[in-house]
């Protein structure tokens, strides 16, 4: 390979950064609607072969996809209630730990406790601060909520029509392939969201039972919250366990039970681990552990919480291109697992 191309390489690979980072507001609901879309389009399908106009075929799937959306949040929106009925004794109890840490700031560092309140103080936003940007993310939410759901029902319905555009931009002799491509990208991420859906749905289930077992206050919340958390993978399932943790303290639980939490977490991530990917999930996203973190980094820096949702299923899509494509097929085994290969230890 000569330097030259790969400097055409590397200024390829920069635009799509820099085109992903100042195009987000376009493309990042696009990207959520397409996953989607995938998920659904088996169902899409089934309906349209029982003779059922594909407009109402797409709707149909639009209507389960909100039933969805809206039963997940009403339920941990009831869960959540439940939790700020025990409002006041967490407010009491986060005020006397508050204490605590301000007398040991005080004892150890020195600073006093009027020196501290200070500087939270002088940190501390204004109310009215808070309440613009709450209001202006909820709009952005919103907004972008209401394009993902016109993308699903849009990419269903014309689905047929964009995939042979994309036929007819091949020669006539790769069209065969290029439909293989397209049918092998959309097979993953729809396996991958299916099997992700199918996992959170076990963790819930196992949470569930474990913290109702040890008596902790709100199991079903927490359990809902820990099993989506999921969805980030590696640092979710840290974020749930501190959480679980910290409000479990919070709420006066003894050291016993802060320990059987964190052994609770231990055991169900080694049963997710080890028992449900391999069987619900299976190798469907074929991505080695760097190249996953990688993605998940670089989703964050460009799109945010959206681009850690959306980094694994759009880099198994890119991977899935790569094998396809012979003069991409080197970026695809770099990104992929590694299998049986002969030890090297020349590095």
Not at 262 to 281: R, S, T
Not at 319 to 340: A, M, R, W
Request: one cysteine or more.
């Amino acid at each position: 390979m000569t330097s030259t191309s790969v400097t055409k390489k590397l200024i390829i690979l920069v635009l799509i950064l820099v085109l992903l980072y100042f195009g987000k507001d376009f493309l990042m609901p696009l990207a959520i609607g397409g996953i989607l879309a995938t998920l659904f389009l088996p169902l899409c399908k089934w309906l349209e072969g029982r003779k059922i106009y594909k407009g109402i075929a797409a709707l149909t799937c639009l209507l389960l996809l909100l039933l969805v959306i809206v039963s997940v949040i009403g339920l941990l929106g009831w869960e959540f209630s439940e939790l700020t009925n025990d409002f006041a004794l967490i407010k009491e109890k986060a005020i006397v730990t508050g204490d605590r840490v301000q007398e040991y700031i005080f004892n150890h560092l020195g600073i006093s406790v009027e020196k501290q309140s200070q500087i939270l103080k002088n940190e501390q936003p204004s109310i009215g601060g808070i309440m613009q940007k709450v209001g202006g993310s909820f709009s952005y939410i919103f907004t972008n909520f209401i394009l993902v759901l016109a993308y699903v029902f849009l990419l269903l319905y014309y689905r047929v029509h964009i995939r042979n555009f994309i036929l007819k931009l091949t020669g006539q002799s790769d069209q065969k392939k290029m439909l293989k491509v397209v049918y092998s990208a959309t097979h993953v991420s729809q396996q991958y969201l299916l099997g992700l859906s199918k996992i959170i749905l076990c963790l819930w289930i196992l949470y569930s039972i474990a913290f109702s077992i040890l008596g902790i206050k709100n199991a079903i919340f927490f359990a809902m919250l820990c099993g989506l958390l999921h969805i980030i993978p590696f640092v979710g399932n840290i974020i749930g366990a501190l959480i679980t943790v910290l409000v479990a303290t919070i709420q006066g639980a003894g050291l016993p039970i802060i320990l059987s939490i964190v052994a609770v977490y231990a055991v169900i991530q080694f049963i997710e681990g080890w028992v449900l990917e391999p069987l619900v999930l299976g190798h469907q996203v074929k991505i080695n552990p760097l190249f996953t973190i990688i993605a998940l980094i670089l989703g964050e820096l460009l799109w945010g919480i959206s681009g850690i949702f959306l980094a694994i299923p759009l880099t198994a899509m890119v991977k899935t291109v790569c094998d396809h494509v012979e003069s991409l097929q080197p970026y695809g085994f770099l990104i992929g697992e590694i299998k049986n290969q002969k030890k090297d230890l020349s590095i």
